[in-house]
């Protein structure tokens, strides 16, 4: 019977963690957690400022905007960060486009020396929806 107590404590102790709310990224390193903040970046080859907020009862979403700097078009962007750590990020485009999105998948985040400072980058890995090219990161500085 105590065997049989155990086994059950053992499930339940792996099934809890399999569906707890994400916390901090796989390799464990909470630095590559997305916050709020104003970051830089590339979005589909243009240089691009996020501006990201979280998304109030919702752990791992976010929402703000993306100003494409070249030509100053700001479009509401909606980020989510998945398991892996990566991000799954929809532009919602203004202008003649309106209606139409943008789609940019990442990579897991790495860490990286820009200019001397530690920062998260969150490299392209794929895209889609009108225009989309497959060319972008996010860069985070680490706290």
């Known amino acids: 019977m105590e065997r049989f107590k155990i086994k059950v404590v053992l499930v339940a102790v ?13 390799a464990g390193n909470p630095d590559h957690d997305l916050r709020e903040g104003t970051f830089r970046g590339n979005w589909c080859g243009s240089v691009a400022e ?7 009862g919702e752990d ?10 070249s030509n100053g078009q700001v479009d509401r962007l909606t980020v989510e960060q998945v398991q892996n ?5 929809v532009r919602f485009l203004s202008g003649k486009h309106e ?22 980058n969150f ?4 895209t889609f929806g009108y225009g989309a090219r ?8 680490v706290k």
């Open 14 to 26: 792996v099934l809890g963690m399999s569906v707890a709310p994400h916390h901090h990224c796989e």
């Open 123 to 126: 490299p392209t890995r794929r």
């Open 60 to 69: 791992w979403k976010f929402e703000g905007t993306v100003e494409i700097l």
């Open 99 to 120: 209606g139409d999105t943008q789609v940019m998948q990442t990579h897991p985040p790495e860490t990286l020396s820009v200019g001397g400072k530690l920062t998260v």
């Open 50 to 56: 996020f501006v990201i907020k979280k998304q109030k």
């Open 85 to 89: 750590n990566s991000l799954h990020m």
């Open 134 to 141: 497959l060319a972008g990161f996010l860069r985070m500085p």
